[in-house]
C-alpha cells in the first residue's frame, strides 16, 4: 500500500490540531499558520490574557468543542484516507488538493474561533478592569492617604519608641532601686542580728556580773556574819540575848556552873532561853519557869540561834480581830475562793517555802497554801521552853497516876464483866460498854516531847474543854490525840497542832480562851504532862469523836480512831 506525502502531511497537520487542543487545555493559546504551496505548519503560542473565572470557563467549553470537531475532522480524514486507499485510480493530486482544501478550512476555523476566543477575553478583561476600577481607585485613595499620615504614623511609632524606651529605663531605675533597698534591709536586719547578739552578750554579761555580785554580797554577808558571831558583836541581832541547845534530845540545866551542881531542869531540843549572864565557858538562862547553867559548848548564840531557831521552830499567824479569811490566792476580791475563816486569837502555821506578794502571809490550810492579809495577823515563831525537875517529876507521877487509874479501871471493868451475867438488860448494855471501851486498850511509853509551862497548860485547857466530865483515862486519851499528832507531823509544835485550822472547835470559837483565863482543873494538868512525857492509851490514834459516829477504840463517851 502507498501512501501519499500529502496524505501523511494532513495526518501531522490532525497530529498538531490534536496537540494544539492540549495546549490550549494547559493554558496556551496556540495558532497555526500554513502557506496555501507549502506543506510546513507554523506553530505560535501566546499567553492567554487573565479573564475572570467565567471566561475561562466559557473558553475551555469552546475549546473543548474545538477539540470534538478537530477529533472529529480527524476521524473524517481517516474515513477519507481509508477511502482514498480504496480508491487507488483517483489521482493523487485532487487528493491533496481536497485535503490542503480542508485543512485550511479547518484551520481557518480555528484561527476564527481562537479570535473570537480572545475578542471576548479582551472584552471580559476591559468589563472586569471596570468593575474593579472603583476598587483601584479605593486602594489607590488608601495607599495616599497611608504616604499621607506615614510622617505622623512614623511620629506616633517614634513617641511611642521612646516611651517604651522611658517606662524601660523607669523599669531599670525601679529594679535598681528595689536591689538597693534589699540591700539595705538585708543590711539592716543582719546589724538588727548583731546588735540583737551584742545586747544578748551584754545581757549575759550584765547577768553574770548580777550574779557574781549578789554571790560577792552573799560572801560578804556571810562573812560579816561570820565576824559578827566572832568577835561577839552581837547587839544588831534580836537573838543577840538568846542562845538555843544543840543537841539531839535535851540539855541539862544546872543550879551553879558546874557539872557537880543540882539539876534544876531541862531544855529540850527546838526550845530557846534567855542569856542572863555569861561566863567562862557557862551561861546562865532563863526559860520557862527555869533558871539556872548551861555548859556553853553545847549551844549556840546569835546569827546561829537565830538561824536554828528558823529551822526547828514553827511560826504563826495569830489573828487580832475576829472572822479573818484565809484566801485561796493573794486577792481581796469578793470571788477569791475562802479557804478558812479565824476567829480573834486564832493561830494558823505559817508556810515559810511559800513566797508572797507584799501585804500578804502565806499558811498551811491542809494540803493547800492560803493567804491572810498581814493587816490582821501578827506574826511569830515560836519555839519550846525549858521544864523544871519539879513538872517532870509531876508529869511522871502523873503517869505513874493515870497507870494506877487505869489498873483499877480495869479491874472494875472485871468486875463489872464477872457481874454482868446477873444485871438486866439495861445494865448488860451499860457493863457491855464499859467493856468495850476497855477493851483494845492498852498503855504504851513513847518518846517524850520538849514543851514548856505555857504548852502543857495549853494541852491541859484543850482536854479540859473536849473532856473535862470525862474520867481521867478520857482526859489523858485527848492528850494522847494531840501529841501523837505531833510526832506524826500535823504541826511543828503542840500549839500549832491545837490551833490547827479546823481541827479542833474549842480553839476556834473561844472557848478554849476562856478555860485559859479561869484556870485549868489539876486532873487536865496532870493528863497533858503524862501525854507530853510519851503515855499513850489510845494506840496511836489521831482523831476521836462521840462514841457511835464511828469505829474504834471506846474510852468514855468518845471513839478513838
Known amino acids: 500500500m502507498k501512501f501519499d506525502k500529502k496524505v501523511l502531511g494532513s495526518g501531522f497537520v490532525a497530529a498538531f490540531s490534536l496537540f494544539l487542543t492540549v495546549a490550549s487545555v494547559s493554558g496556551d493559546h496556540v495558532t497555526t499558520k500554513t502557506e496555501p504551496d507549502s506543506q510546513t505548519v507554523e506553530l505560535t503560542a501566546e499567553p492567554i490574557p487573565k479573564s475572570n473565572k467565567i471566561e475561562l470557563v466559557s473558553a475551555e467549553l469552546k475549546q473543548d468543542n474545538t477539540i470534538n470537531e478537530v477529533k472529529e475532522a480527524t476521524i473524517t480524514d481517516q474515513s477519507k ?77 517614634a513617641e511611642a519608641t521612646e516611651k ?64 559578827l558571831v566572832e568577835s561577839g558583836i552581837q547587839e544588831v541581832s534580836p537573838w543577840a540575848e538568846k542562845l538555843m541547845p544543840n543537841v539531839e534530845e535535851y540539855l541539862n540545866i544546872r543550879a551553879e556552873a558546874s557539872e557537880e551542881s543540882e539539876l534544876v531542869g531541862k531544855i529540850h531540843k527546838g526550845a530557846a532561853a534567855d542569856i542572863l549572864e555569861q561566863g567562862d565557858g557557862w551561861t546562865k538562862i532563863s526559860s520557862g519557869s527555869v533558871e ?9 548564840t546569835g546569827l546561829e540561834a537565830e538561824s536554828l531557831a528558823n529551822e526547828l521552830g514553827t511560826t504563826y499567824a495569830t489573828a487580832t480581830t475576829g472572822g479573818v479569811r484565809v484566801r485561796q490566792a493573794e486577792s481581796s476580791a469578793e470571788d477569791t475562793p475562802i479557804l478558812d475563816v479565824l476567829e480573834e486569837g486564832g493561830k494558823i502555821k505559817v508556810d515559810k517555802g511559800a513566797e508572797a506578794a507584799e501585804g500578804w502571809v502565806p499558811v498551811k490550810v491542809d494540803d493547800q497554801v492560803g493567804y491572810i492579809s498581814e493587816e490582821f495577823v501578827t506574826v511569830e515563831l515560836e519555839l519550846g521552853k525549858a521544864i523544871s525537875i519539879e513538872e517532870e517529876q509531876a508529869a511522871i507521877a502523873a503517869a505513874e497516876a493515870e497507870a494506877e487509874a487505869k489498873r483499877k479501871a ?44 505555857d504548852d502543857v497548860t495549853l494541852l491541859g485547857a484543850l482536854i479540859q474543854c473536849e473532856a473535862g466530865s470525862e474520867p481521867y ?70 482523831s476521836f469523836r462521840r462514841a457511835g459516829s464511828a469505829e474504834g477504840l471506846v474510852i468514855g463517851n468518845h471513839v478513838f480512831f
Open 292 to 300: 539556872g547553867y548551861v555548859k556553853d559548848e553545847y549551844c549556840v
Open 410 to 453: 480495869e479491874q472494875e471493868a472485871a468486875q463489872q464483866q464477872s457481874s454482868s451475867d446477873n444485871s438486866s438488860n439495861g445494865n448488860e448494855n451499860s457493863s457491855s460498854g464499859n467493856e468495850n471501851s476497855s477493851s483494845g486498850s492498852s498503855t504504851q511509853q513513847r518518846e517524850a516531847v520538849a514543851a514548856s509551862y
Open 81 to 157: 484516507a481509508e477511502a482514498e486507499e480504496k480508491k487507488e485510480n483517483e489521482p493523487e493530486e485532487k487528493k491533496s488538493m481536497a485535503q490542503e482544501k480542508k485543512v485550511q478550512a479547518e484551520a481557518e476555523t480555528t484561527e476564527k474561533e481562537e479570535t473570537e476566543v480572545e475578542a471576548k477575553a479582551e472584552r471580559a478583561e476591559a468589563d472586569e478592569k471596570k468593575e474593579n476600577e472603583p476598587e483601584a481607585k479605593e486602594e489607590q485613595a488608601k495607599a495616599e492617604e497611608k504616604k499621607e499620615n506615614e510622617p505622623e504614623a512614623k511620629t506616633q511609632q
Open 164 to 227: 517604651e524606651e522611658t517606662k524601660t529605663e523607669k523599669l531599670e531605675v525601679a529594679k535598681a532601686k528595689e536591689t538597693e533597698a534589699q540591700a539595705e534591709k538585708a543590711e539592716g536586719e543582719e546589724k538588727i542580728e548583731k546588735d540583737s547578739e551584742v545586747k544578748a552578750e551584754k545581757t549575759k554579761a550584765n547577768e553574770k556580773a548580777k550574779k557574781k555580785k549578789k554571790k560577792q554580797a552573799a560572801e560578804k554577808q556571810e562573812t560579816a556574819k561570820n565576824e
Open 473 to 542: 483515862e478520857g482526859q489523858l486519851a485527848v492528850g494522847a490525840v494531840v501529841m501523837n499528832r505531833l510526832r506524826c507531823g500535823y504541826a511543828g509544835s503542840i500549839s500549832g497542832v491545837i490551833y490547827q485550822s479546823g481541827q479542833f472547835t474549842p480553839a476556834s470559837n473561844g472557848m478554849l480562851s476562856g478555860v485559859l483565863s479561869s484556870g485549868v482543873s489539876g486532873s487536865c494538868i496532870q493528863a497533858a504532862q503524862e501525854a507530853i512525857n510519851g503515855v499513850d492509851n489510845v494506840n496511836g490514834a489521831t
